[in-house]
């Protein structure tokens, strides 16, 4: 079965400052998406970025980007010039296919902090 | 456009009882999907649906039933409510696979 491990339950980072979050995967397909989501303390999830696999280009929206590495199956996101509305619970999240549906694994998530 | 809409926000609900969470979307999406989010945790799949007619169990189905009759809708029925089942509900849809999953607000639920 499909893992998804997010070894940092909290990360913690100054406004303006650059963080990195975390996310390893185990998968036999070749091809796939992978996503970031955001919840911040309103519950709702957000869809911050999301990578194609077959991409070699590492995706990027605004501040936030990936350093996606196929080979160690590894999926980390970084944001840039932090916010204090950056603040919010990240997960990664893998879709294992089946029946033609997307049915997202998730990981156990990280509880960012932005200190101002 | 309201997207994925979920109803009621919150409910308490006493052991024993049951109660069906709604779920609605207008994107027109073949694919539906219930999850579950314990407290500190990720979400974990209860049951999803390729299509009206068709559903099939996902990671945590025990004591969760569903129904797709229309494209629209997306139900998830509770029959015998228990501490166990204390979380928050997201119901999620997307077109495309593989493809951007779109979520609703959620549905917070306290069996008590």
């Known amino acids: 079965a499909q893992t998804v491990t997010q070894s940092q339950p909290e990360m913690s980072v100054q406004e303006a400052e650059t963080v990195t979050l975390s996310c390893t995967y185990d998968?036999?397909?070749?091809?796939?998406?992978l996503f970031w989501y955001k919840q911040p303390p309103s519950r709702q999830m957000i869809l911050v970025i999301r990578?194609?696999?077959?991409?070699?280009q590492n995706a990027t929206e605004n501040r936030f980007s990936v350093n996606f590495q196929k080979a160690a199956k590894s999926f980390s996101l970084k944001i840039s010039d932090s916010q204090l509305g950056d603040a919010a619970m990240y997960f990664c999240?893998?879709?294992?296919?089946?029946?033609?549906?997307?049915?997202?694994?998730f990981g156990q998530g990280t509880r960012l902090t932005i200190n101002p | 456009n309201a997207g994925v809409t979920q109803t009621p926000k919150f409910r308490i609900l006493k052991i024993g009882q049951s109660m069906t969470l709604q779920c609605a979307q207008d994107?027109?999406?073949?694919?539906m999907y219930w999850y579950r989010q314990d407290p500190g945790m990720g979400l974990k799949l209860i049951y999803y649906?390729?299509?009206?007619?068709?559903?099939d169990k996902g990671e945590v189905p025990n004591g969760y039933n569903v129904s797709r009759s229309t494209t629209e809708d997306f139900p998830l029925r509770l029959e015998l409510a228990a501490p166990s089942q204390t979380s928050v509900y997201f119901c999620?849809?997307?077109?495309?696979?593989?493809?951007?999953?779109?979520f609703g607000p959620g549905t917070r639920l306290l069996v008590l």
């Open positions: 999240a893998y879709p294992c296919r089946g029946q033609g549906a997307q049915k997202l694994v």
């Open positions: 998968t036999s397909e070749s091809d796939y998406y």
């Open positions: 990578q194609e696999a077959y991409k070699q």
């Open positions: 994107m027109n999406h073949n694919y």
């Open positions: 649906s390729v299509g009206a007619g068709i559903t």
């Open positions: 999620a849809s997307n077109q495309h696979n593989p493809g951007t999953q779109y």
